[in-house]
């Protein structure tokens, strides 16, 4: 395959296939990149769009990532504590049904994140959450 690279979403070219690499849901890694970067809002932009164009039962898997994006746009940029935990609790909603892993991303460790935070809300403990790097593995 040439020199090893990684692109911006974490992939090591090495590790995968570029037959693999043609077939990844392209907005799913940018919105990845975007919610990495910290950019929430232009995270949940790209899954909204996405979550339109999606079969039934993947829509739940895009609201969820949707929603744990808004979650932090509310809660870091709005400074927003009351819609941050509305927003964790729409996440765990729509993902709790979901495998482990789905489309290569660690569900578990989302809802982990989401529950973490959300409790740290409800007792008032925002100074402590922290904000995951989504990982596509």
Not at 118 to 132: A, F, N, S, V, Y
Request: charged share 30%; aromatic share 10%.
């Amino acid at each position: 395959m040439g020199t090893a690279s990684t692109c911006q979403c974490g992939i090591d070219s090495d590790k995968y296939t570029l037959k693999y690499l043609e077939n990844m849901n392209e907005p799913l890694n940018l919105a990845i990149e975007k919610f990495n970067s910290r950019e929430f809002f232009d995270c949940h932009d790209i899954l909204e769009d996405t979550w339109f164009e999606v079969s039934t039962v993947e829509k739940d898997f895009y609201q969820g990532l949707l929603h744990f994006a808004v979650a932090f746009h509310h809660l870091v940029d709005k400074k927003n504590p009351a819609g941050a935990k509305l927003q964790f609790k729409k996440c765990i909603e729509r993902l709790k049904n979901y495998d482990k892993m789905h489309k290569g991303i660690n569900i578990e460790k989302i809802l982990k994140a989401a529950k973490n935070s959300l409790k740290k809300l409800e007792t008032g403990d925002t100074e402590r959450i922290k904000i995951p790097n989504i990982t596509i593995y």
